[in-house]
Nanobody
Framework: QVQLVESGGGLVQAGGSLRLSCAAS????????MGWFRQAPGKEREFVSA????????YYADSVKGRFTIARDNAKNTVYVQMNSLKPEDTAVYFC??????????????????WGQGTQVTVSS
């Protein structure tokens, strides 16, 4: 059983920055891919970014490319996403997810096995 706990969300003005963290326990964190997704009110969950077990393969959604940076620290069982130049349209609940059977990232939320409870990010204009 893998548990994921996100932190770092909050309220920020447009143009500001936040860093989200996702701490994992259970399983072998260094062996599986991790992803970040988000869900705004009334919208479907959407892909944000994902990283392979080694950190060598990284994907970003076009909407966040150049503004967000994903990273992982396997020694700390933690994955991060640094979010810069935030926009009001980035407002959502952000979830981290673990893809435990494959070490490569995916943009498809259905390919992830475990999810955190989410952390709210609100960007004011």
């Amino acid at each position: 059983q893998v548990q994921l706990v996100e932190s770092g969300g909050g309220l920020v003005q447009a143009g500001g920055s936040l860093r989200l963290s996702c701490a994992a326990s259970g399983g072998i964190f260094s062996s599986y891919a991790m992803g970040w997704f988000r869900q705004a009110p009334g919208k479907e969950r959407e892909f944000v970014s994902a990283i392979s077990w080694s950190g060598d393969s990284i994907y970003y959604a076009d909407s966040v490319k150049g503004r967000f940076t994903i990273a992982r620290d396997n020694a700390k069982n933690t994955v991060y996403v640094q979010m810069n130049s935030l926009k009001p349209e980035d407002t959502a609940v952000y979830f981290c997810a673990a893809r435990i059977y494959f070490g490569l990232p995916s943009r498809n939320p259905n390919e992830y096995n475990y999810w955190g409870q989410g952390t709210q990010v609100t960007v004011s204009s």
